[in-house]
C-alpha cells in the first residue's frame, strides 16, 4: 500500500469516528433537552443516559487522538517556541474563552455587580470547553517539557492514570474552603461542574497516548492497529471495568469508589467502537468531504447547537419552550431539525475556511465583536 493510500485512510479513521461523536452528542443533548420526563422510564433509559456518557467520553478522546496526530506531523514546530505554537495555544485559549461565554451570568457587563453567587457557580462551573482548552494546553507542556514524543506517550498514560484514580478523593474534598471558586471549580462536580479534569481530562490524555501509538505503528497497518490497538485493549478495560462493578451505585448513594470503574467501562466501549470504525475505514477509498468538515468544525458546531437548544445570553433556546415536554416523535423531528443544519453548518464553514480563509477570519472577528458588543 502506497504512502499516500494510507494517508487516505488514516483520515477517514479520524473523520468517520470524530464526525459520528459530533453528531451524537448534538442528538443526545437535543432528546435530552426536550424529551419529557413521563417518557423516561423503563430499561432504556440507563441504556440511554450510558450512550450519552459515552458520547462525551468517546468526543474527548478523540480530541486527544487527533491532537496527538496533529502534533506527531509537526513535532519540531511544537517543542520550541514558533508561530505555531501560539497559533496552537491561542485556539485552546478560544476554547476557554467560548465555554465561560455560554454561561455568562447576567445579559450586560454593566450587571455583573449585581450577580447572584449562584450565578456565578453557574458561570464558573467547568464544562466540555474548558475542560479541552485547559488540558490542551496542559498536554501541549507536556510536549514541550518531555521534547520526546517516546517519553510524551508514557507519560499521558500516567497522568491518565493518576487523575482516574484520584477522582474519588477529589471529589469527596470540599475545594471551596482552600480554593477560589474558579480553580475549585476544575477539581470536582461538587460546584456544578459537569467535566472537571478529574476524571474527565484522562479520557484526552488516553486519547494523546493512542494518538501516539497510531503515528509510531497504526498508520502502516491499519487492520492491524484496530485489532491489538483498540479492540483487544478495549475488550479488556470492559473486562476489568466489570469486575471492579464499573456501573454507578443507586441514586442517593455518596460513594465515588465506582468513578474508576466507570471511566475504565467508557474506555473500553469507546476503543471498541474506534477499532469497529478503523476496520471500517479500512475498506474504504474515499469519504465524502462532509464527514470531514463535521469533525474538524466541532468546535463551531459544538458552540452553535448549544446556543440553539439551551439557549445562551444572546438567544432564547429550544429548551426555554418545549424543555422537557416533547413527546418522543416530537423529540425525533427537533433532533432531525437540529442535527441536519449543524452538518450543513459545518460544511459551509470548513468550506469558506478553506477557499477563501480571509472571508472566513473577516467573518470570524466580525462574529467576536457583534457577540460581545451585545453585552455592553
Do not use: C, K, N, Y
Given at each position: 500500500m502506497n504512502d499516500r493510500v494510507r494517508s487516505a485512510r488514516r483520515v477517514i479513521f479520524i473523520d468517520l469516528a470524530r464526525a459520528l461523536a459530533v453528531l451524537l452528542m448534538v442528538a443526545g443533548h437535543t432528546s435530552s433537552a426536550l424529551l419529557a420526563s413521563s417518557y423516561r422510564t423503563g430499561e432504556w433509559v440507563h441504556a440511554w443516559e450510558f450512550q450519552r456518557g459515552l458520547t462525551s467520553a468517546l468526543f474527548l478522546l478523540l480530541s486527544g487522538f487527533?491532537?496527538?496526530?496533529?502534533?506527531?506531523r509537526h513535532w519540531t514546530s511544537h517543542v520550541r517556541p514558533s508561530m505555531a505554537l501560539v497559533k496552537r495555544l491561542r485556539r485552546f485559549g478560544l476554547f476557554i474563552l467560548l465555554g465561560y461565554a455560554l454561561h455568562f451570568p447576567v445579559p450586560r457587563f454593566s450587571m455583573?455587580?449585581?450577580a447572584t453567587e449562584q450565578q456565578w457557580r453557574a458561570f464558573l462551573s467547568v464544562d466540555v470547553l474548558q475542560l479541552i482548552g485547559v488540558t490542551f494546553v496542559a498536554v501541549q507542556l507536556l510536549v514541550l517539557i518531555t521534547q520526546s514524543s517516546r517519553v510524551f506517550m508514557a507519560l499521558a498514560?500516567?497522568?491518565?492514570?493518576?487523575?482516574?484514580?484520584?477522582?474519588?478523593?477529589?471529589?469527596?474534598?470540599?475545594w471551596t474552603g482552600t480554593l477560589p471558586l474558579a480553580l475549585a471549580s476544575y477539581l470536582s462536580p461538587g460546584t456544578g461542574s459537569q467535566f472537571p479534569l478529574f476524571p474527565w481530562a484522562g479520557f484526552v490524555l488516553i486519547g494523546a497516548g493512542a494518538g501516539q501509538i497510531y503515528a509510531r505503528w497504526g498508520a502502516a497497518n491499519l487492520s492491524a492497529f484496530a485489532t491489538w490497538g483498540m479492540l483487544l485493549p478495549g475488550v479488556v478495560l470492559t473486562l476489568v471495568a466489570y469486575n471492579m462493578g464499573g456501573m454507578p451505585p443507586p441514586s442517593g448513594v455518596d460513594d465515588f469508589s465506582w468513578v474508576p470503574g466507570q471511566i475504565l467501562l467508557r474506555t473500553g466501549v469507546c476503543l471498541i467502537i474506534l477499532g469497529l470504525v478503523a476496520h471500517a475505514s479500512d475498506r474504504i477509498d474515499?469519504?465524502?468531504?462532509?464527514?470531514?468538515?463535521?469533525?474538524?468544525?466541532?468546535?463551531v458546531v459544538y458552540f452553535v447547537h448549544l446556543c440553539i437548544v439551551y439557549g445562551s445570553i444572546w438567544n432564547a433556546g429550544l429548551y426555554r419552550f418545549y424543555g422537557e415536554a416533547l413527546g418522543p416523535g416530537a423529540t425525533a423531528l427537533a433532533v432531525v431539525a437540529v442535527v441536519l443544519p449543524m452538518i450543513a453548518l459545518a460544511w459551509q464553514w470548513n468550506g469558506l475556511k478553506h477557499q477563501r480563509p480571509r472571508v472566513a477570519r473577516l467573518v470570524t472577528v466580525a462574529m467576536g465583536v457583534g457577540l460581545a458588543g451585545w453585552l455592553i
Open positions: 487527533a491532537f496527538s496526530i496533529a502534533t506527531t455583573l455587580a449585581d498514560f500516567i497522568l491518565a492514570a493518576f487523575l482516574i484514580g484520584a477522582a474519588p478523593a477529589m471529589w469527596r474534598t470540599d474515499q469519504l465524502p468531504h462532509v464527514f470531514g468538515a463535521v469533525a474538524q468544525e466541532s468546535l
